[in-house]
């Protein structure tokens, strides 16, 4: 398929500054289904379609290009959508979100729903069942079809009555609680690697993974979570690394010699640690 560069709705109609316009970005793989939504919108007074795009990265493009309101975002736009769409929504909280999906996928709706998506609606729904949730959404309002509110209701119900601490015999593995312990101390990303011994991206990588083992979304539900359910009490968190005696001996000599080349570069400093999503 050729790529067809984000772009912006030319048919805005007469603006006197007073009317107030939904305006939609719509990221979707299949030209026609764009533009079938184009058209759908079209006929509403006070919907827009100011910006379209076919990729991930276009999507983005278009969002820091254009003023939105809501982006309508195809979950197969992408190989991992719900990381993709946690991304985008931190970047613009404003945004209003409805996820598209090519089938009815239980999982993929929990996740998306739980994560704080404002509404996920299949591809093959009505025209003016579009319409419905882009304006419940806007309105502030979740939409989910009467499918996915069995689903999530299923859920919840299935979470409520399990005993109390059930979630805590959740296991994780030692690399994972001395990182977990290190968050419950409020370490940054930063210095759990350095007395981990690791990189700030493996840390990252580690902390996605236990977010999903807990069914937490952020550091701050993660260190609730396992101080109330005490997942890390006998955990032991590293002391920060010292110099080795080598390099010691090394700035010594370097000292003594009184040269005026200076010793090997020591490792640049790590960046300081981006929030984990």
């Not at 579009?130 to 009467?146: F, H, I, K, N, Q």
């Not at 409520?160 to 959740?170: C, E, H, L, T, Y």
């Not at 290190?182 to 990189?199: D, P, Y």
């Not at 010699?257 to 400093?269: E, F, H, R």
Request: proline share 5%; charged share 20%.
């Amino acid at each position: 398929m050729s790529t067809i560069p984000a772009g912006v709705e030319e048919n805005f109609g007469a603006d006197d500054g007073k009317a107030q316009f939904v305006r939609v970005i719509v990221a979707d793989t299949q030209a026609i289904f764009r533009a079938g939504l184009r058209k759908i919108f079209a006929l509403e007074d006070d919907v827009r379609v100011v910006g379209q795009a076919e990729t991930l990265g276009q999507t983005q493009s278009a969002l820091a290009k254009f003023s939105a309101d809501v982006l309508i975002f195809e979950s197969a736009l992408t190989p991992n959508a719900v990381e993709a769409i946690i991304e985008l929504m931190r970047q613009y909280p404003q945004l209003k979100t409805v996820v598209v999906t090519p089938v009815a996928d239980e999982q993929l709706t929990l996740e998306l729903f739980r994560r704080g998506v404002h509404g996920v609606i299949s591809r093959e729904v009505e025209p003016e069942i579009m319409v419905d949730c882009l304006r419940r959404v806007v309105a502030g309002e979740s939409w989910l079809d009467s499918q996915g509110v069995r689903w999530v209701m299923e859920a919840y119900r299935n979470q409520s009555s399990r005993p109390a601490g059930a979630r805590s015999k959740v296991q994780l593995t030692p690399k994972e609680s001395l990182i977990v312990s290190c968050v419950t101390q409020g370490m940054k990303n930063k210095e759990i690697a350095l007395r981990v011994g690791t990189t700030e991206q493996v840390v990252k990588n580690y902390l996605r993974k236990v977010y999903d083992k807990l069914g937490v979304a952020d550091r701050l539900e993660l260190a609730l979570y396992c101080l109330n359910h005490h997942v890390v009490d006998n955990t032991k968190v590293p002391p920060l690394p010292t110099l080795a005696p080598a390099t010691h001996a090394a700035a010594a000599g370097a000292s003594a010699s009184g040269s005026s080349q200076p010793a090997s570069a020591a490792p640049s400093a790590v960046d300081p640690a981006t929030k984990v999503q």
